[in-house]
């Protein structure tokens, strides 16, 4: 089975690399000899060991009709969906990493390789090397979903370890996570939340087979985490993480990516440095995890190797994958209730504007610190509208209480 391989950057050409080092076992468990005869990049590769097979035209690539089963790995959603829709159009399979793609267009790339009787597969477009996507899209299919919790971007995770480990602000650690090479130059998308979002935005659809578009979630970065939130949580023998999150409530599905002071009952509690950890609740199954490296060259490219093993096993058919057009309706966040670790200036006049609260030991002078009761985000913001002196808020999850 020929394959080709669209982009050769960090994850394309760790595709390669897997499906050379590897090959032996691949051709064992795919039932058939998988070799890459096709790479596209703009750019030429002189001395790499497959630069023969390099070439710029992407027609090359589309006309060729022994190539069954097509890796995207170029990022951003143009030119890859107009790429990968014309393979699928074409009767090839299509394996990606790309969660911009996935989120965006992967209900519509799934409705495709159905008429087509090919396969869209996008394992590592959330978690990297972490199997998430055929759990939920087989493993999982008696449950009903109830909840997701991720720990979805490396990146994010790094910085507020390091904040907690060294007592450091968030502006020193993310210099530090661009020099290692763990943040880009500009680290918007990590530490505002947008990636995560696309992430949860993808599972959430999965779980519940409608499409959801991640620009309805509330989404909610950690550059207002500082080093004085820090020292409260290790305080309180308690961690801060940034979730992508979905939850089945009275009102319906809400989703939303958001800092979170979470206990060590909770099973993210342990998952620190670059590792992501995705924690799923079922209607019947309970409590289940998933763990390990959430991005990087050759976990990503493992999970995409095997995605191509997958579409070579299932030549002529489509793996059932429930994930339809039609929209799922979020419902507002406006009523999520969340207990919340909240600083205000002294003076604030805290029973006055929260009620009964558990006070903590300060950690700062200047200001006081507590935890509420429930409070729905519309309540909170209500509150933190009409009044001066919050200096942070972060909402809990706490397993153990």
Request: overall charge negative; aromatic content about 8%.
């Amino acid at each position: 089975m020929n394959v080709a391989v669209l982009g050769y950057g960090t994850v394309g050409s760790g595709v390669v690399e897997v499906l050379t080092e590897n090959q032996d076992s691949i051709d064992v468990k795919a039932g058939k000899e998988i070799r890459v005869k096709y790479i596209l990049d703009l750019r030429d590769f002189p001395g790499d060991p497959h630069e023969d097979k390099i070439v710029h035209d992407f027609k090359v690539i589309l006309e060729d009709d022994s190539v069954k089963v097509v890796v995207e790995t170029m990022g951003g959603v143009h030119p890859a969906y107009e790429f990968v829709k014309d393979c699928l159009q074409r009767g090839k399979s299509v394996c990606t990493s790309n969660k911009e793609l996935v989120a965006v267009h992967g209900a519509e790339l799934l409705s495709i390789a159905r008429e087509k009787r090919v396969n869209f597969l996008f394992e590592a477009s959330v978690g990297g090397g972490i199997p998430i996507i055929r759990p939920l899209n087989q493993s999982l299919t008696a449950d009903k979903i109830l909840e997701i919790s991720g720990i979805l971007n490396g990146t994010t995770n790094y910085i507020l370890t390091k904040m907690t480990e060294e007592g450091l602000d968030f502006d020193t650690v993310l210099k530090d996570a661009q020099e290692k090479g763990y943040a880009e130059r500009n680290p918007e998308a990590d530490v505002e939340g947008y990636d995560a979002c696309r992430k949860i935005a993808i599972l959430t659809s999965l779980a519940h087979g409608k499409q959801v578009d991640y620009e309805d979630i509330y989404t909610e970065g950690i550059t207002k985490i500082t080093d004085i939130d820090i020292k409260y949580a290790k305080a309180m023998g308690t961690s801060i993480k940034i979730f992508g999150m979905s939850r089945v409530t009275e009102d319906g599905v809400i989703a939303m990516v958001a800092p979170f002071m979470i206990d060590k009952a909770h099973p993210l509690f342990p998952v620190n440095d670059v590792f992501n950890g995705i924690f799923v609740k079922g209607n019947m199954l309970g409590d289940a995890m998933f763990y390990g490296r959430g991005a990087g060259k050759l976990p990503t490219a493992s999970a995409v190797v095997a995605d191509v093993v997958d579409a070579a096993k299932h030549e002529g058919t489509t793996i059932m994958t429930i994930w339809s057009q039609e929209k799922l309706k979020l419902a507002p966040i406006d009523g999520a209730k969340f207990r919340r670790f909240v600083r205000v200036r002294d003076g604030f006049n805290i029973a006055g504007k929260f009620g009964n609260v558990t006070v903590l030991e300060p950690q700062a002078e200047g200001e006081k610190a507590f935890i509420t009761r429930p409070v729905s985000e519309a309540d909170y913001k209500k509150t933190a509208e009409e009044t001066d002196g919050i200096l942070s808020m972060i909402r809990l999850d706490f397993k153990g209480q």
